[in-house]
C-alpha cells in the first residue's frame, strides 16, 4: 500500500534516486584538502621579532666610507678628507694610509678639476691599500 500521491511518485521515478556513494566521497575528498592545505604552523605574526646576530654589532660608522673631496684651490687641486687637507698626492696617500680600509672610500671631485687630479686621488687611495675605490662627480 503506497501513500504518496500518484503525482508524486511519478515525479520521484523521473528524478530517480541520488547515489550517496558518490556523494560521500566527494565529502572525503574535500576532506583530505581542507587537511592538507591546512597550516598548523604558528603564525608569523605571533614569531619573536628580536633578531638574534653572532659577533660584534656593527654600528654606522663601520659601514660609511671615507670621503675625499678633491677641489680647486688658489695654487691647484686640493685634497680634503674632513678638516685635513693635502696639497699632493704623496700627502693624500700618507693620510689614506692611516684610515680604516674596510669600508672603501669615495672620491668626490667638483666639475672644474682636472682630470689628473682626480686620477691622482683614485691612485692615491689605490696606493693606500683601499680595495673598494668609488669616483662621485658633482657639478660647482
Known amino acids: 500500500m503506497n501513500l504518496q500521491p500518484k503525482h508524486a511518485r511519478g515525479r520521484a521515478r523521473r528524478l530517480g534516486a541520488l547515489p550517496m556513494t558518490s556523494m560521500i566521497d566527494v565529502v572525503f575528498l574535500l576532506l583530505i584538502f581542507f587537511l592538507v592545505t591546512a597550516s598548523f604552523a604558528p603564525d608569523e605574526g605571533r614569531l619573536d621579532a628580536a633578531l638574534?646576530?653572532?659577533g660584534p654589532a656593527l654600528?654606522?660608522?663601520d659601514l660609511q666610507p671615507q670621503v675625499v673631496v678633491v677641489e680647486m684651490g688658489a695654487s691647484g687641486p686640493v685634497y680634503r678628507?674632513?678638516?685635513r687637507l693635502a696639497v699632493t698626492p704623496a700627502e693624500l696617500t700618507a693620510i689614506l694610509k692611516q684610515l680604516p680600509k674596510e669600508a672603501g672610500v669615495a672620491v668626490r671631485v667638483n666639475g672644474d678639476?682636472?682630470?689628473g687630479a682626480a686620477?691622482?686621488?683614485m691612485q692615491s687611495a689605490h696606493d693606500?691599500?683601499?680595495i673598494k675605490r668609488s669616483y662621485v662627480p658633482t657639478q660647482g
Open 59 to 61: 654600528t654606522s660608522v
Open 81 to 83: 678628507i674632513g678638516a
Open 128 to 130: 693606500a691599500g683601499f
Open 119 to 121: 686620477a691622482a686621488a
Open 113 to 115: 678639476v682636472p682630470v
Open 52 to 54: 638574534q646576530t653572532e
